[in-house]
């Protein structure tokens, strides 16, 4: 599936840092069950919620296709959003949203060449997927972003 195919999918790289009730953890560590801190902005609150479906699935870019088709994943890099957001570079793949001003926005919308890039030092890698039961705003690498969306695939 290493043929660009699954370029629509949202997850994030290894390392990516996800906010949890007792603090950070690496996305690659999370399992069923595991909790995460989410963020409902109708209620302007945090809450707990439980992780219902964890993923990994590895990806090879098409380096002969254009930057936003080829499957490279994009690097926000630190203070990009603003001061300590993300809070260390955030690599996620170019479908993952953020969440800004109440509403999602697809990375690959935000692409600009200079502080949210597409990583092309990276051809290959693994991703990973963390559900809960229902979409949610979570954090990553002290960034609003979006846990992962069921949509039948």
Not at 34 to 58: H, L, N, P
Not at 84 to 111: A, G, I, K, W, Y
Request: with cysteine; proline share 3%.
């Amino acid at each position: 599936a290493g043929d660009g195919s699954l370029l629509f999918e949202v997850c994030f790289l290894a390392g990516s840092m996800i906010r949890t009730g007792s603090g950070d953890v690496a996305v690659e560590t999370l399992r069923i069950g595991d909790s995460v801190m989410t963020w409902d902005w109708t209620a302007q609150a945090a809450a707990e919620r439980q992780i219902i479906w964890t993923g990994r699935k590895s990806m090879t870019v098409n380096t002969a296709l254009a930057d936003d088709e080829a499957g490279y994943p994009v690097r926000i890099l630190k203070n990009a959003i603003a001061e300590n957001v993300p809070s260390q570079d955030l690599l996620v793949t170019p479908e993952h949203c953020l969440f800004f001003d109440n509403r999602f926005v697809p990375v690959r919308m935000l692409v600009n060449g200079r502080s949210i890039i597409y990583d092309r030092s990276i051809t290959a890698y693994d991703y990973f997927h963390i559900e809960t039961e229902e979409h949610a705003v979570i954090w990553a690498n002290d960034t609003l972003t979006e846990s992962y969306l069921d949509t039948g695939n």
